[in-house]
């Protein structure tokens, strides 16, 4: 089965039932899904309005500690983006008011994902920074842009379940793509495969963000 809809029915089932288990209360993560499952296309599974407006009304997230990592210092210290007001919105809303992740949030909002993220419960977001993006050659980053199911299998690999704080940072992890991802160190110097978080543990309503310096590509 082409690599591209395995990555894109993981993501989309991963997210999919975990936002059905926050909404029937459960509030467990939704188990991986198998490689072997059968790819669906994303477009048939928007979250509705209703879903969108119950992720961004959430509790306070019950992540403890502030954000870590040098970059943090680029967070506006109070309003729209700043650690206190991000925490009250979803992350795909997150992504989008976080001054250093513009270009990751137009990325998901290209592969149609932004919606999807919002209605998720309990992920964790590896969020490739504007400086990310900008390493990558822009005849390649415009290929990217102009394939939807090329953006989304990238974007499930920037995602795992469950909201990880930086003591759980170690080991592997398995991401919504499919394979794993190493992640290593200890508070302000985290690393996820080759790349360097610059931010983490930035609370959002439904999920944890770890801003990192490169784009993650599966190996």
């Known amino acids: 089965m082409n690599t591209r809809l395995l990555a894109l029915a993981a993501l989309t089932a991963a997210l999919s039932m975990s936002a059905a288990c926050g909404s029937q209360g459960g509030g467990s993560p ?41 970059g943090c210092s680029s967070l506006p210290a109070s309003g729209k983006g700043s650690p206190a007001e991000l925490a009250k919105v979803p992350v795909g809303t997150a992504l989008a008011d976080i001054p250093t992740l513009s270009t990751l949030a137009r990325v998901v909002k290209k592969a149609g994902l932004a919606e999807t993220l919002n209605s998720a419960q309990d992920i964790t977001v590896f969020a490739p920074t504007n400086d990310a993006f900008s390493k990558i050659p822009k005849n390649q980053l415009d290929q990217l842009m102009s394939n939807r ?71």
Not at 49 to 62: F, I, N
Not at 150 to 159: D, M, P, T
Not at 162 to 175: I, N, V, Y
Not at 194 to 206: E, F, H, K, L
């Open 30 to 70: 939704a188990a991986p899904v198998a490689a072997n499952e059968t790819a669906t296309d994303m477009t048939s599974e928007t979250p509705s309005a209703e879903a969108s407006e119950s992720a961004t009304a959430s509790a306070t997230p019950s992540v403890s500690g502030a954000p870590v990592g040098a």
């Open 149 to 219: 199911k090329s953006l989304r299998g990238l974007l499930a690999y920037h995602v795992v379940k469950g909201r990880k704080a930086p003591a759980d940072m170690h080991g592997q992890l398995s991401s919504l793509e499919g394979r794993k991802l190493t992640v290593s160190g200890s508070d302000s110097s985290l690393k996820v495969n080759d790349a360097a978080v610059t931010c983490g543990n930035i609370a959002t309503s439904n999920a944890t963000i770890y801003e990192v310096d490169k784009v993650l590509m599966p190996r």
